[in-house]
């Protein structure tokens, strides 16, 4: 009983979550934004076991396969249809919170400070409006959550095997590797060479094994693109299906080095915590909606106060880490500097806000670690709990606009705060 009084604001900040990640799900019609790719290529995965095209051909995909196997996985359970191929984002995406809540009571073992940052992940627009859509980057943000997780409990073994997870789904999960090898030096100090060799195989191995686990369907099927690729080659010692496999990716490789076209939202990541420039996924003018102007859009944007008291947060952070380092900002910095500063290397590239959501969780510990430093110095916790309305009623404001509701143009305007944002 007093285990279940304990928890019950995680339930119902978890339950409020998953009704809002729900609620009409099968609206906007269609596919919106890049929806239109991943939800066919996910649709195709689970009835060919590889990406076809409507033609019934190979085709060229530029992510690993793993999101869109989940995303399929609702399609084969709900059907062909906007629900089917949203409602792993929306389960997966609730399911972020309560891990947010486990690594935040690892960090601080406060049941309160781990309430709150539940709370302000279930209120961040960004994070709502990715588990909303049939996009890749809520998966991401899963294996990441569980892969800092497992981390914290000292599990290398699920570590590898969530590493592995989040590099087939996104490449950029790949970034996470060098900071656990890092965080592994230590054991170079070890008399027991095979300490260090497990925990290569920890970072390094396991991650592959399962990144190419991934790719069953296409090794299975020979209608997979490129599948033959090798066929039409000079002879090589390494097997075909190796050496196309290869080619694959280091055609996967120049798209994205070569993805440099203008787009309307490009976003530099300098922008991405100031909420710079949004990405709208959908957007319409609709009729008979009451008013003689509606507008109706699906806008990925972090909640404003959030994010903006987020950003300060991580610079007040950043501050603390360089003058003292201890073990709760080290994993902050961490966690910050592999989802969010490798995005600096490459500014030349087409980059989109919504990427973003992956540093949300180091955002909201950055919070979180400011207000235990403010709780400890014996300050009550009256201003936090204001702090918390204040960013809870900045969610519902903007709420019309994250789940794509029919509002009059005077409303949505409203809502734009920065010209940037239209």
């Known amino acids: 009983m007093k285990l279940a009084k304990k928890y019950l604001p995680l339930t119902l900040i978890t339950l409020f979550a998953l009704i809002l990640r729900l609620w009409n799900l099968n609206k906007p019609k269609g596919y919106i934004f890049d929806e239109l790719y991943y939800a066919k290529n996910a649709n195709s995965l689970i009835t060919h076991g590889v990406e076809l095209n409507e033609s019934g051909q190979g085709e060229f995909v530029v992510h690993p396969p793993l999101g869109k196997w989940l995303i399929g996985i609702g399609i084969k359970a709900f ?5 089917g191929w949203r409602i792993s984002s929306a389960l997966i995406g609730t399911s972020c919170i309560v891990i947010m809540f486990l690594i935040t009571q690892k960090l601080f073992n406060s049941i309160y400070l781990s309430h709150i940052a539940a709370l302000l992940m279930a209120v961040d627009g960004l994070t709502l409006v990715m588990s909303r859509v049939a996009l ?26 969530f590493l592995g997870a989040a590099t087939s789904v996104k490449w950029s999960g790949a970034y996470l590797i060098p900071l656990f090898l890092l965080l592994s030096v230590n054991l170079l100090r070890s008399k027991l060479l095979s300490d260090f060799v497990q925990r ?36 090589s010692l390494m097997p075909d299906i190796a050496r196309s496999f290869w ?10 080095s070569g993805l440099n076209e203008s787009h309307s939202y ?16 959908f957007y319409e003018s609709p009729k008979n909606c009451g008013s003689s102007n509606c507008s109706q859009e699906v806008l990925a944007i972090g909640t404003p106060l959030l994010w903006w008291a987020g950003a300060i947060a991580i610079a007040v952070l950043v501050g603390f880490w ?14 910050l500097a592999v989802t969010y500063l490798p995005w600096f290397l490459i500014q030349s590239r087409t980059m989109f806000y919504f990427y973003a959501v992956v540093i949300t969780p180091f955002l909201i510990l950055a919070l979180i670690y400011l207000l235990q430093r403010y709780l400890t110095a014996g300050y009550a916790s009256l201003w936090i709990n204001l702090f918390l309305v204040a960013v809870f ?13 029919e509002i009059s143009y005077s409303q949505w305007m409203l809502r734009m705060w920065l010209p940037s944002w239209i």
């Open 266 to 281: 490009d976003a530099n990541p300098w922008s991405w915590l100031i909420l710079g420039r949004p990405t709208s996924f």
């Open 393 to 405: 009623l900045n969610f519902i404001f903007f709420l019309p606009v994250l789940i794509g509701s």
């Open 136 to 161: 890749l980057d809520i998966f991401l943000l899963f294996f990441i959550l569980l892969t800092f997780y497992f981390y914290l409990l000292n599990n290398y073994w699920l570590v590898g095997i």
């Open 247 to 256: 080619n694959y990716h280091g055609e996967i490789l120049n798209f994205h």
């Open 200 to 235: 290569i195989a920890q970072i390094v191995l396991i991650p592959t094994l399962v990144y190419l686990f991934t790719w069953s369907g296409w090794f299975i099927n020979n209608s997979g693109w490129g599948r033959d690729w090798a066929k039409s080659q000079s002879d």
């Open 322 to 335: 360089i003058k003292q380092r201890d073990q709760i900002s080290n994993f902050i910095v961490g966690g």
């Open 79 to 83: 059907g062909n249809n906007e629900f």
